[in-house]
Every structure is written in structure tokens, then in C-alpha cells.
């Protein structure tokens, strides 16, 4: 019989601790509808706020279904509002994305996506919204013809490199940090 108040008290406590101190994941401030992240209270680890924040995501894979959102890509969504969320100030984030391989697909506009994959881009608005914070997205010219996207099908904004190889190599020469997920 005792058995029975214990576990009774102990999942009372534990209800009341977990509706206490749930949290939720939010977008914002910078990316509103895409990049949800959680708000990390008083960290050990300080992150600084005044220092520049270069990085370079490697985009290189992407979902099977062409109406699934590339989670690589929203990854960079996901930094700007984190950093932002703690207090770093837009100017100094500064974001890359390089997009090969398999991601190629992701950046083609609507209009050229859906004549290859019959449904709209599920990237292309969040690609906007990484170009509105100032997110540069540089797309890998060996991908595009190898993989059949010209340069005349990708979303405004994307710029047309050499290669992926070359954009990584010359954004980690000017100091930003390589992030592959």
C-alpha cells in the first residue's frame, strides 16, 4: 500500500516540474518563419556579442521527397536566430551557404521546380528570408551543370561559383568558419 502514495506524490511532483519549466522552440527575430531554436537561460559559456560571427554552411544533401524543407539550409535560419535570440546584433552575423551536390535542386525557383518535381519549392521562401538578414548563398558551377540546373533556374540572389570546393577554400581565407551538418 505504501507504494501507491509514493508513486502518486512522485508523479505529481514530476507534472508539476514539467509543466513548470517547459519551454518551446521560437523563430525570430531575424528568420520568422523558419529556424525555430530554443532560448538557452543564463549558459555557462558566455557567447560573446561583439565579436563578428563568420560562418560557411556546406550544403551538400537534401530530403528524398522534393516537398520536404532541406533542414541543412534551415540550419543557417536556425543560427541567425539563436545568436540573435542571445543578443549578438545582426551586423555581426555573417552567413555563407555553399550549395552542391544534391542540394542544387533547392535553390531553383518555384517556376523550374515545379516542372521537374510537380510541387512548389519548399525552400524558396526561407532562401528569401536568408537573403533579407544578408545571408550570401554561393552555388557550386560544377553542380549545375553536372546535375542540370543552369544558372538562368536558380532562385534571384543565388550567385554562380566555380565550384564548392573554391567557395569553401576562399570563405575560410577570409575568416569564416566551416559548419557541416
Known sequence: MRSKPLYSTLLFFFLIFSFGTAQTKDTGPVIEEFGAVWMIEDPDYKTLSDEPLKVVFDIMNSPESPSVLNAS???????????AQAGVPLENLKVA??????????????EAYQK????????????????????EIIFCGQSSLSRGFPRSETIEGVQFGLSAMTALIQLQNEGYRLVKF
Open 116 to 135: 521537374r518535381y510537380g510541387v512548389n519549392n519548399p525552400n524558396e521562401k526561407m532562401i528569401k528570408a536568408l537573403f533579407n538578414a544578408g545571408a
Open 73 to 83: 539550409i534551415e540550419t543557417a535560419a536556425r543560427f541567425l536566430n539563436m545568436h
Open 97 to 110: 551557404l555553399v550549395v552542391h551536390n544534391k542540394a542544387s535542386k533547392d535553390i531553383i525557383t518555384n
